[in-house]
């Protein structure tokens, strides 16, 4: 544990928040006719400003969560941090280059729905991510149009109030940028207390949008944000959070008016709001006649979903889906059971964390405790085999939060029958939409056809990995992150619209990223990556300005791993 302390932030008082939106609300017309040159020199000064407190950025947050600085695993926190940050802003600046409409690489047609390709789009992403493959599916029957607030410019203002995630340093002000440049609103940011202690970063990181008041930051807890909510000069909200905390703000703050209100179609809220709402994120795991290498691989592919963040994340691995009939599984499972064992276990820094993982095992007490658990503030990492696979089950509707992973086994025995099966059962059984992964050999794959590419298709989440952990989708801001189209109010599920984006799509429906069986070099997001904190710092100068002489040392960092 680190003992360095955490410095206190004082609260906004509703008074002050009061004066701050007036502020804001003053400055959201002048917002509008800021052109696009203006714009991009903001981007490329938040991006300077970003690169100047990195490893501030970088350090505050590992200190919050138990984390070393100079290890391997302060790089975890530069990458969901400033690097992600850095990537965003370059690609704002390029789409923005692009008059708001970035050209894709190229666009097809799948069952008469458009699927952009986007991802890698230069010689350096080929080479930095070999064989991976990209795309945004739009939604079928609309255009493929881009940029809309660059096509048709608002008439009047919106003041935007976005209400920050605790968990990922980078949530917060990619939400915040997505209001501003995507959807032409200027943006009041409440910080999450869990990592308020950002905050001081953020105000130095942004203060080329908040000098000329089209950004401010704020301070506090749920009653600071419900008075925000129900500000008269606050006309759109958008939240990274719980489904729970959404209601309330929508709905009610009891079950009972909750209830009450969705079924008059009374919401307490009535203003638009947008969210990102997590996940019980499934990985799909396709049965085939894998090496001992395979199995290694893929059991520390998923053991790394797990154990990210101490798995504080809404994409986090959560439940694992196999054949029973599969002939590898048992061998998989022992294997993945023993890669979480050599996992060394994370603070449990996140609110909640204990009674969640407590709720898991009294329903599961065929439940297995990996890993050293006689650390001070950790948990085991937590594997549960056999989940039966019903509706309403507690594994499949609950989101742990914590570092806990469920495995259920569909009756099949060969991938032909599987395959199908676990598509309808992710999409109907398994509470969320945010983002799932599917595991299938290139062998296994040939040998069915066109089945994946319709499992894609039929697959309704926001963000679909294949052979790649779907939370790599939100470091890449050329995908759109959310969940899929059409949740309601009602049952709001992960949420509603998208944020990252940068290709500006108006109409996207989700992301798909295809990556090879075996990714080379080591994945970042592997669990015990050895040179992860030096990849991440040069990752992070290559992002904020590519150059053939910086890719060269993001590889020779890569292949210490």
């Given at each position: 544990m680190?003992?360095d302390?955490?410095p ?9 928040a ?8 003053q400055?959201?017309d002048?917002?509008?006719k800021?052109s696009?040159?203006?714009?991009i ?20 947050a ?7 600085p ?5 790089g ?10 850095v ?8 789409a923005?280059?692009a ?7 190229k666009?097809r ?13 230069n ?5 930095l ?10 939604q079928?029957?609309?255009p ?11 008439e009047t203002g ?11 340093s ?22 999450n ?38 500000h ?41 709001i ?8 499934p ?18 592919h998923?053991a790394?979903?797990?154990?990210h ?27 993945l ?5 050599q996992?060394?276990t ?26 050293n658990?006689?650390v001070p ?27 806990v992973?469920?495995?259920v086994?569909l009756p ?14 992710v999409?109907?059984?398994v509470?969320?939409?945010?983002s799932c ?13 066109t ?11 926001g ?14 801001p050329?995908f759109?992150?959310g ?9 709001i ?12 799509f ?6 798909v ?21 030096q990849?991440?710092?040069q ?23």
């Amino acid at each position: 544990m680190i003992a360095d302390p955490i410095p206190s932030i004082a609260e906004t008082s509703l008074e002050q928040a009061d004066a701050i939106a007036l502020r804001l609300h003053q400055q959201k017309d002048r917002w509008l006719k800021v052109s696009l040159a203006d714009r991009i020199t903001y981007l490329q000064r938040c991006l300077e400003d970003v690169m100047t407190v990195a490893a501030d950025w970088a350090t505050v947050a590992c200190r919050a969560k138990g984390i070393d600085p100079t290890s391997p695993l302060a790089g975890e926190e530069w990458f969901v941090g400033p690097t992600a940050t850095v990537a965003a802003l370059r690609s704002l600046i390029l789409a923005l280059e692009a008059n708001g409409q970035p050209q894709p690489i190229k666009l097809r047609t799948y069952d008469q729905q458009t699927i952009a390709h986007v991802f890698p789009a230069n010689l350096m992403e080929r080479l930095l991510w070999l064989s991976f493959k990209g795309e945004v599916w739009l939604q079928p029957e609309h255009p493929p149009t881009q940029g809309r607030v660059y096509r048709q410019k608002l008439e009047t203002g919106t003041l935007a109030l976005v209400l920050g995630a605790g968990n990922v340093s980078s949530i917060a002000p990619l939400d915040a940028l997505y209001k501003l440049f995507a959807e032409d609103a200027i943006v009041l940011l409440k910080m999450n207390p869990v990592n308020a202690y950002m905050g001081a970063i953020l105000e130095t990181a942004f203060r080329s949008l908040r000098q000329d008041g089209f950004l401010e930051i704020v301070y506090g807890g749920a009653a600071l944000g419900a008075h925000l909510c129900q500000h008269p000069l606050v006309e759109t909200i958008h939240i990274t959070g719980s489904h729970q905390t959404h209601d309330a703000i929508v709905w009610g703050n009891t079950p009972d008016e909750q209830a009450e209100r969705k079924a008059s179609h009374q919401p307490l809220m009535a203003k638009p709001i947008t969210s990102e709402l997590g996940c019980v994120t499934p990985v799909i795991v396709v049965p085939g006649n894998w090496s001992e290498a395979d199995l290694a691989f893929q059991a520390r592919h998923i053991a790394g979903m797990v154990a990210h963040n101490a798995s504080f994340n809404c994409a986090a691995a959560k439940v694992v889906i196999t054949a029973n009939g599969w002939a590898q599984r048992d061998a998989f499972l022992k294997t993945l059971q023993q890669e979480l064992a050599q996992t060394p276990t994370r603070n449990a820094y996140y609110p909640g964390a204990l009674e969640r993982y407590q709720a898991f095992w009294a329903r599961y007490p065929q439940a297995i405790a990996l890993g050293n658990s006689t650390v001070p503030d950790t948990l085991p990492w937590t594997f549960i085999p056999n989940v039966p696979a019903q509706a309403g089950e507690y594994a499949l509707t609950q989101e742990a939060f914590c570092g806990v992973l469920a495995e259920v086994s569909l009756p099949a025995a060969n991938a032909e029958a599987f395959l199908p099966q676990a598509i309808d059962f992710v999409n109907e059984q398994v509470w969320g939409n945010l983002s799932c992964t599917l595991l299938v050999d290139p062998y296994t794959e040939k040998q069915l056809g066109t089945a994946v590419e319709e499992a894609i298709a039929q697959l309704r989440y926001g963000a679909i990995g294949i052979n790649v952990w779907s939370a790599v989708l939100f470091s890449l801001p050329v995908f759109s992150w959310g969940a899929f189209p059409d949740n309601s109010l009602q049952d709001i599920t992960s949420g509603r619209g998208v944020v990252h984006n940068a290709y500006l799509f108006d109409h996207p429906q989700k992301s798909v990223l295809r990556a090879p069986f075996r990714i080379v070099p080591l994945p970042i997001w592997f669990a015990r990556h050895r040179n992860l904190l030096q990849l991440a710092q040069q990752f992070t100068n290559f992002q904020a300005a590519p150059s053939w002489k910086r890719l060269l040392k993001v590889v020779l960092a890569a292949l210490q791993g």
